[in-house]
């Protein structure tokens, strides 16, 4: 097929485990575009200069925001009250909040308006509040939660002038690569996803999903999570 006939779709932190195998995936059926550090520096004048660019391209009925942090030279998950640093919590939330919120305000803008489309921030089932049983992980689990909050918001807005727009937050399930490595001897192998799988729920969560949804947080098997 032409890529003129295909729908388009964009895969924000295009290079991470998640992101590549959801990017591989869309291939046969849409137009992909990749936006991660290799491309953008994701200041506000960047994702404003892709959003437009891709604006004139023609809308898109697909947006998946992949972007977050566990761990990095920057932060580790704090196991106590002690480990709280102010500069580890921004970039807490300056990864995992501020640049899925600066994503969504610049390219819900790009999303189709004649037929259904739909936006999917990963977020964690540790951003759940209300599951929070074992305490810790402060910074990850409240930057978290204040995408979930982030996205809710934003999706009302969004939906006065999109009416056939879904913005959801989503859990993608415990999925074997960097980012949960350190932690994998903790997980029940049944419990633990390849990055195809969890790219494939995300995929087929999204396709089950109209406006009506739209400000949900959903577990990869289309559960609703509790805020
Ligand atoms: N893997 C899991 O078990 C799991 C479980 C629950 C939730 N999640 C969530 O699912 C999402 C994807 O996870 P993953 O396993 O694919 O993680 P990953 O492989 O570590 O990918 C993380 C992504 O975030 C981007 N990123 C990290 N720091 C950034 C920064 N400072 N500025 C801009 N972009 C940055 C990376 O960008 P580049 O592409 O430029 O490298 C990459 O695309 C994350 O939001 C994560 O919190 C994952």
Sequence with gaps: ????????ALVIGSNGTIGSAICSLLESEYDVVKISR???????ESLQQHALQLSESGSF?????????LHDDVVSPEKSLKQIQVDKLQHYFY????????????????LDKSTPSSFACLSAMVGSTK????????????????LNSLVKT?????????????????????????????FAKNVKPEK?????????????????????????????????IDW
């Excluded at 290799?38 to 506000?44: A, G, L, R, V």
């Excluded at 056939?164 to 859990?171: D, E, G």
């Excluded at 995300?202 to 990869?220: K, P």
Aim: aromatic residues 10%.
């Design 1 to 8: 097929m032409e890529n003129s006939y295909k729908r388009k």
């Design 38 to 44: 290799k491309n953008s520096d994701f200041s506000e």
């Design 61 to 69: 009925s697909r947006i998946i925001c992949c972007i977050g942090v």
């Design 95 to 110: 990864v995992n909040s501020i640049l899925p919120a600066l994503c969504i305000k610049y390219f819900h803008q790009i």
């Design 131 to 146: 599951d929070n049983h074992l305490g810790g992980w402060y910074g990850y689990r409240a930057s978290k939660a204040a």
């Design 154 to 182: 934003s999706s009302i807005e969004i939906n006065r002038t999109n009416k056939k727009a879904c913005l959801i937050a989503i859990h993608p399930g415990t999925t074997v690569g960097d980012l949960s490595a350190p």
């Design 192 to 224: 633990y996803y390849t990055p195809v799988q969890s790219a494939q729920r995300i995929l087929q969560v999204m396709d089950s999903l109209s406006a009506r949804q739209s400000g949900n947080f959903y577990n990869w098997d289309g559960n609703l």
